[in-house]
């Protein structure tokens, strides 16, 4: 829930209603008394800034040295997101502050943040686990070599549309941030290349989400090694990668059984020898799947999610063997899952209970 300074400041009078009965301020439960901001106690002052929203968090650590050192020992979340102007200087003023951060998002609509402003993050901050940096054009590899130094204990990573970053940059950061889990790469067409999937799937084998979407560079070796490399890979989007044929989807069919989602929009070059690979690595898995509904757990599902729009090679028998082996495939209005659109020979494709359905108005026509 977020709200704004007024509703802080009522919460302030609410303590202070008792002020005249009380010689001038409130009376906590364990006998001190209130009478300015700065008297508020480490635990209530943390427990409001969980209600407020981040610029009045901001605005707080400016009253006084007290609530400056209590934020900066208690903010663990941080989204300077909602800055228009002048995010850069923020993130220098307030990053040697906040050195107990976590999380911190600074997706932008317009490029603001500079290196040195990653720098001083990575400097100050070596608790975070999860930096979003999403449309930050300006930011040079420096940035990247920064954070590798810095921010070792990173587990979620977004540089998606960063187009200024190499893929010699990306492989030295992972080298150094082995225990990344989500990492998106989606537009950074020079960082996300072989060279950098390579380094990626060799460092760092605890990923189980990548977004490389319209990185037009990736091919077979890069995917093939991330297939190899991190076996607890749950969600791949490849959309818009043109290099990749059906080897990558073989790859990822037979060496990452966790798979839920896969992105292939627009890979024009695969193929249904792809497709078949999938369903057979369903049937491979039979033991485990079996093994999991006996212990009713029920994320080992196979695959959830996958889109094949604009993969105009494909034929129907094909996706129908993968639709048929993964239940939690749906083409059936409002639970689409299965994403076809753009291939127009494949729509006899179905799910089980788009045909359960079907059959049901054949057996029961309405009257």
Known sequence: MMIGLGVEELSFE??????????????????????????????????????????????????????????????????????????????????????????????QDLPQLQDNGVETIAIHCHELQDLDLSKSFKL?????????????????????????????AVAYLAERCRKLRVLNLCGCVKAATDKALKAIGYYCNRLQTVNLGWCDKVGDEGVMSLAYGCPDLRALDLCGCVLIT?????????????????????????????????????????????????KNRYEDEGLMNLNISQCTALTPPAVQAVCEAFPALHTCPGRHSLIISGCLNLTS?????????????????AH
Request: aromatic share 6%; glycine share 6%.
């Open 14 to 107: 609410k303590l202070m209603v008792n002020n005249n009965s009380s010689g001038g301020g409130c009376k906590m439960g364990g006998g001190g008394v209130i009478r300015e901001w700065k008297d508020i106690p480490m635990e209530l002052l943390l427990r409001i800034v969980t209600l407020v929203d981040d610029q009045t968090v901001i605005v707080a650590s400016g009253v006084c040295s007290g609530w400056r050192d209590a934020i900066s020992w208690g903010l663990t979340h941080l989204s300077l997101s909602w800055c228009k102007r002048n995010m850069n200087n923020l993130v220098l003023a307030l990053a040697p502050k906040f050195t107990k951060l976590q999380v911190l998002s600074l997706r």
């Open 140 to 168: 040079t590899d420096r940035s990247l070599y920064a954070l590798a130094h810095g921010c070792p204990n990173l587990t979620k990573l977004n540089i998606s549309g960063c187009s200024a970053f190499s893929d010699t």
């Open 246 to 294: 059906d080897e990558s989807v073989i790859a990822l069919a037979n060496n990452c059984p966790h798979l839920r989602s896969l992105g292939l929009y627009f890979c024009q070059n695969i193929t249904d020898r792809a497709m078949y690979s999938l369903a057979q690595s369903r049937v491979k898995n039979k033991h485990e799947i079996w093994a999991s509904m006996k």
């Open 349 to 365: 494709v179905h799910c089980a209970c788009s045909v359960q359905a079907h059959r049901a108005r054949v057996l029961h026509p």
